[in-house]
């Protein structure tokens, strides 16, 4: 007996219906509708879209509604992506479709629309004008023409229904292509009827009775020089047929010279061997593999996914923000070619979706890509890559807030195959976990023929105040950025993120006001003229002073990209300057093009964002200049040493990667803090030492679990009450270990009109904390429909924002 139950997961997502629903599968779709397809279903007075997670014989509840349609022929996900989705709504606390919904390229996603179904003829002339011999309106086009008053009317007549439609954006590239049907008789018979004024049909009869294969209808048009109009007398005859043919868009098509491996260094092979060996023995481990800049990490990975292919199995590489890395996605796609998928944010939704049916019709072996690309739907995973691991962009910030990195590793159970985290500055969370044997370390310290790091000197800028330079440049910057323009030498100059300017600092002393207990930078609250601290809301007032020197040049930090350029072109204006921030890069392949543009030497110097410090890789780079190390210094957040180093430590590593020597200037207010010292020196170890201690005073990961609540409402007062009672059930519910902090004011206290407050929890052990979690949300249930009030859950928040 086939199964007659589906049990459905539906396309709403909401605290009510975060549950399956049982819908009968009907005779029509009996042996159509499988595990893991997109289904039509009745819900309500609606028509939505769900996902059949099982099927069963029978159910309990009775009077089941049909499925209306199945919208696949083929799952779109796998059973092992479908436990995956149900462990991740747990891990994450969030609805299972949502989770469903993110493993899923976008053009898979539904829309719905609702129109009028006509059925008899509306009494209403003008409702029947408007229906002008069609048998349905969209309901936008309805809604200023025709009052409801009379379309309720109307239904209760029963002339016109509601209909709902789903549509998906899926949409598959198709040519037209000419077939010939016809047999060389009746090609005969029709010559013998053509009037002798129909050449072009003369001309035609030829041209097909002689295709030996189908062509694209285009082709046919264009070698014969007619129209479709004449085309179509030869189908009418039954001479040829068109049909739609599917073809994939190739966006990365071009010029693509394979590379071969490299022979490898003793590093390199040594951490190569113990991957393979993971492998061999299909036993998930997951390596750290901690290799300063330009070690060779990338051969590595190379290597390993060629002998994954190799065994008949596949591989999934991660890149931070696959835009900001076009040079690391080359070196993929130049070794594997069309072995590759690329899943880019950039591309269009349909040929993200070309490439995601690559992978799911097994055309291609290996999936690049960013975050969402850990769901890449491969069945034989032999290895899986995490470049960068310490960057925060592996964390999604949205419902379901997972960090790739445990989806890796819970894939990699399932296929029994090694996970690797690659990067020259892990997170604390991962090297201690490789110090305590939870991953395995491998270690490359050399670069590639033991290039030496660059030299890394520290501008103290207080001191060039002192001495009377105001302006942005340090002397010593300023005479490296001119020896390089005379050489003929590039010239990289990072800025910290773009107008992030809500702590004060003295520019005298370098001083920043920080809270008390909590080890981070206090934020400026302009409505009380206050400084806070958004951990624990201590507060004091906004000082007019510096409370450290009394120099009242106190302020706020914070220049952009724009007015660095200014001063660049006053400065040195014989230099060419590209600049990228946000601004210059919001065009579909913008940042391929300024970064293509600067390795073509078409400029002296690449100014620009966070966004050029990844993988970059020029040969004439020869300086790289920080211009402030402070804005990222004094984030409030408590990984605000940590994002330092590992950002200094990154755009060091863009310097003198081949031939020329590098040279690294980092100006800042606070030379003597550890996290710039540390990376000077390119001593990870001494950093993480010092880092660790802190966070153990402190009580910060990876020593404390952290749980972030933020409550947003559009009443000021609301947010803080609802938040203020959350953390009374916290205290009341979990352990006396556990420490809850707040209510009180997220940093960025209002966005789009909506006030936000927060509880953080920390704790060590609180095997109840999902479930009290739990409790809380469903206990404000009732409100967040009512009264827009909403509470965003993050069980390992990264960005304290
Ligand atoms: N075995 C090798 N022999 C010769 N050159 C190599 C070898 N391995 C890598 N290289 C070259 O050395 C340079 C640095 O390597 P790669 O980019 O792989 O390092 P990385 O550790 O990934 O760097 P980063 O973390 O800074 O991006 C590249 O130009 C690469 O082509
Ligand atoms: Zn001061
Ligand atoms: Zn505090």
Avoid at 94 to 110: G, H, N
Avoid at 748 to 756: L, P, Q, S, V
Wanted: proline share 5%; hydrophobic share 35%.
């Amino acid at each position: 007996m086939t199964d007659k139950i589906a049990h459905v997961v539906v396309d709403v997502p909401s605290v009510n219906t975060d549950r399956f629903y049982d819908y009968l599968i009907p005779e029509s779709l009996q042996g159509a509708i499988h595990v893991g397809m997109r289904v039509t279903v009745p819900f309500g007075n609606r028509t939505i879209m769900g996902y059949v997670l099982s099927t069963a014989k029978e159910s309990k509840v009775k009077g089941l509604k049909p499925i209306q349609s199945c919208l696949d022929v083929q799952p779109v996900l796998t059973e092992e992506l479908i436990s995956l989705g149900k462990w991740l709504a747990q891990e994450t606390m969030s609805f299972f479709i949502s989770s469903f919904q993110a493993m899923l390229p976008q053009a898979l996603k539904a829309s719905y629309k609702k129109s009028l179904h006509r059925v008899d003829t509306p009494s209403n002339p003008t409702l029947n004008a408007l229906f002008d011999g069609r048998d349905n309106i969209d309901f936008d086009e309805l809604e200023t023409l025709i009052p409801l008053k009379i379309i309720n009317e109307e239904i209760k007549r029963e002339t016109v229904t509601w209909e709902y439609h789903v549509t998906t954006k899926e949409s598959n590239k198709t040519v037209t292509m000419v077939k010939v049907v016809g047999e060389l008789e009746a090609f005969d018979r029709y010559l013998a009827h053509l009037s002798k004024q129909a050449k072009k049909q003369y001309q035609l009869t030829e041209y097909f009775s002689t295709m030996d294969q189908d062509q694209p209808l285009k082709t046919v048009l264009e070698r014969n020089k007619t129209t479709r109009q004449t085309i179509k007398k030869f189908v009418e005859a039954g001479l040829i047929t068109l049909y739609q043919q599917q073809v994939d868009r190739n966006p990365y098509a071009g010029d693509m010279t394979k590379t071969r491996p490299l022979p490898l260094q003793s590093q390199q092979s040594e951490a190569l061997d113990k991957i393979v060996d993971s492998m061999k023995k299909k036993r998930p481990d997951t390596y750290l593999l901690h290799g300063v800049t330009g070690s060779g990490k990338t051969e590595v990975y190379l290597q390993a996914i060629d002998w994954a292919i190799k065994q008949g199995r596949e591989a999934i590489v991660l890149v931070p923000e696959i835009s900001l890395t076009p040079m690391m996605v080359e070196r993929f796609k130049r070794r594997f070619g069309d072995e590759v998928a690329v899943l880019h944010s950039a591309l269009s939704i349909g040929e993200r979706f070309d490439e995601w049916r690559k992978i799911q019709k097994k055309t291609v072996k290996v999936a690049v890509g960013a975050r969402s690309a850990i769901f890449a739907p491969f069945e034989n995973l032999g290895i899986m890559i995490i470049d960068e691991e310490h960057e925060s962009t592996y964390k999604q910030e949205d419902h379901p807030r997972y960090h790739v990195r445990d989806v890796a590793i819970k894939r990699a159970e399932y296929h029994q195959c090694p996970v690797v985290l690659g990067t020259a500055t892990p997170t604390l969370e991962t090297f201690a976990r490789a110090k305590k044997g939870v991953y395995q370390l491998i270690d490359m310290p050399e670069r590639i023929n033991h290039t030496a790091m660059p030299h890394v000197t520290i501008e103290d800028m207080r001191e060039e105040l002192h001495q009377g330079n105001r302006t942005m440049f340090s002397r010593r910057l300023k005479l490296a950025i001119e020896k390089r323009l005379q050489n003929n030498e590039q010239v990289v100059l990072f800025l910290n993120r773009r107008g992030y300017s809500t702590f004060v600092m003295c520019r005298d002393c370098g001083h920043v006001v920080e809270c008390p207990s909590c080890d981070i930078s206090l934020t400026y609250h302009q409505r009380e003229h206050r400084l806070k601290c958004h951990y624990c809301n201590y507060s004091e007032p906004m000082p007019n002073v510096c409370p450290h020197c009394q120099s009242d040049t106190i302020r706020f930090f914070g220049t952009g990209t724009e007015k660095v350029e200014e001063a660049l072109n006053e400065t040195f204006p014989e230099a060419r300057v590209i600049r990228m921030d946000v601004d210059t890069t919001r065009k579909k392949g913008a940042h391929e093009r300024l970064l293509k543009q600067f390795g073509q030497k078409q400029a002296d110097i690449l100014l620009g964002t966070q966004m050029i410090a990844k993988g970059l890789d020029f040969p004439d780079v020869t300086l790289v200049g920080v211009l402030t190390a402070d804005g990222l210094l004094n984030l409030p957040d408590f990984r605000a040493a940590e994002k330092t180093f590992q950002l200094l430590t990154q755009v060091s590593g863009r310097a003198g990667r081949h031939e020329l020597t590098g040279e690294v200037i980092v100006q800042t207010y606070t030379p003597e803090h550890y996290s710039v010292l540390f990376a000077k020196a390119y001593d990870y170890h001494g950093f993480f030492k010092q880092e660790m201690a802190l966070r153990k005073a402190y009580q910060y990961p990876p020593y404390y679990f952290l749980t972030l609540i933020t409550v947003t409402h559009e009443q000021r007062l609301r947010a803080e009450e609802v938040t203020r009672v959350i953390q009374k059930l916290l205290v009341k519910h979990l352990s006396e270990e556990a420490i809850i902090l707040g209510p009180s004011p997220s940093p960025i206290e209002r966005i789009k009109g909506r006030y936000r407050f927060q509880c953080m929890v920390k704790y060590k052990n609180e095997p109840d904390l999902h479930h009290v979690l739990k409790k809380i949300l469903d206990h404000y249930q009732k409100d967040y429909q009512k009264e827009k009030l909403m509470i965003h859950i993050d069980l390992n928040p990264q960005q304290l924002m």
